[in-house]
């Protein structure tokens, strides 16, 4: 289909190793956001880009998170020395451009395990 | 700190009957809210959304209300079906500064047959 989609579907990383999860958003958007979706904490925004090919970096939780846009609809969010408190689901969503609050579309994420 | 809150983590509800789920908020700044609806294993979806210069926003069986004074949004179900059954969220943005979308944690709803 032509939604969000995510990969991969699952990961395991052992702890202080590197991790990079991809997404494709829509076609034509241009906002792209990752979230953090945790158990009870609900969803914590990671990373935010307006514009193609430009890195982020939210600074959240402690600047280990930042996003990459390599090409206009694909973004990867890249983990340095991933922790076991990064274990959580990263949900993608993007958002089409020319208005303000378009509703963000949202891929079905990847739930990340740190052993 | 939470600047999105829904404070019931669960609710259940018969089949037919009225579904209510609240959010509040502390963020005056916030001017635009939305409900996304999550089934396991997906990702949300949109499911209604509200500007603030509007108190309710109506589709279908889906109603939201917003009390801007109490910071207070809802989201009211009726009929409530089976297939409502999943956990829902509220979100918020500003059109200030960097129009992120801020979730609260979620409500799971359970429509009982």
């Known amino acids: 289909g032509a939604g969000v989609s995510q990969s991969p579907r699952y990961k395991v990383a052992k702890r202080g190793r590197d991790v990079a999860l991809r997404c494709d958003s829509i076609?034509?958007?241009?906002?792209l956001y990752w979230y953090r979706q945790t158990l009870g904490q609900g969803s914590e925004v990671l990373t935010y880009s307006q514009s193609d090919a430009q890195r982020d970096k939210s600074g959240r939780p402690s600047g280990r998170f930042s996003a990459e846009r390599p090409e206009r609809s694909v973004s990867t969010l890249k983990i340095q020395r991933t922790e076991q408190g990064d274990s959580a689901v990263y949900l993608c969503a993007s958002s089409s451009p020319g208005t303000l609050n378009s509703p963000l579309h949202f891929g079905n994420g990847t739930r990340l395990t740190v052993t | 700190d939470q600047q999105v809150k829904q404070n019931s983590p669960s609710l259940s509800v018969q089949e037919g009957r009225i579904s209510i789920l609240n959010c509040d908020y502390t963020n005056s700044m916030f001017d635009y809210f939305l409900w996304y609806k999550k089934y396991p294993a997906e990702g949300p979806t949109f499911l209604i959304s509200i500007s603030s210069i509007k108190d309710k926003n109506e589709d279908g069986r889906f109603t939201v209300f917003l009390n801007k004074s109490a910071k207070h949004l809802s989201l009211h179900i009726v009929p409530s079906q089976p297939g409502d059954s999943a956990v829902y969220f509220c979100?918020?943005?500003?059109?200030?500064?960097?129009?992120?979308?801020?979730f609260g944690t979620g409500t799971r709803l359970k429509v009982l047959a």
């Open positions: 076609s034509g958007h241009v906002t």
């Open positions: 979100a918020a943005s500003a059109l200030s500064g960097t129009y992120k979308y801020i």
